[in-house]
C-alpha cells in the first residue's frame, strides 16, 4: 500500500532541529520502507530549525535536508557554546556591577562625589 509514494519531513524552529535530527537517523540507520523500495526518496526541509549538530555532518546529508533560516533568526544560530559565551558575558557585567556599585556607595558614605 502507497509504495510509490515518497516522504517528506518537515519542522519549523524546534520542529526544525528534530527535523534535522531524524534525517540524520534515517540516513545512518534507513528504515525498512526506504530499504525495501529503492525507488522511494526522503527529503526533509528545516525553517528556521534549532541548532542541533555540528557543521562537521553537514556533507552527510547531501541533497537530502534544505535548511532556511531567515534574516538574523536568533534560534539557528543559539548553541550550547554560544549560550555558555552569553552567560560568560553576563556574569562578567555583574560583576562589573558589582565593583561600580561598590565604589560608589563607599564614595558616598566616605562624602566623596
Given at each position: 500500500m502507497f509504495n510509490d509514494?515518497?516522504?517528506v519531513i518537515g519542522g519549523h524552529s524546534l520542529g526544525g532541529g528534530m527535523t534535522t535530527l531524524l534525517t540524520f537517523l534515517m540516513l545512518i540507520h534507513p528504515p525498512s520502507f526506504l530499504k525495501k523500495n529503492p525507488q522511494r526518496t526522503f527529503k526533509a526541509f528545516s525553517y528556521g530549525g534549532a541548532s542541533v549538530l555540528s557543521n562537521e555532518f553537514s556533507d552527510i546529508f547531501g541533497d537530502v535536508l534544505k535548511s532556511v533560516i531567515c534574516g538574523n533568526d536568533l534560534i539557528p544560530r543559539l548553541s550550547y557554546a554560544s549560550v555558555q559565551e552569553i552567560?560568560?558575558?553576563m556574569i562578567g557585567l555583574q560583576n562589573l556591577q558589582v565593583t561600580f556599585f561598590k565604589k560608589n556607595?563607599?564614595?558616598c558614605v566616605e562624602g566623596r562625589s
Open positions: 509514494y515518497n516522504f552567560c560568560k558575558m556607595i563607599i564614595r
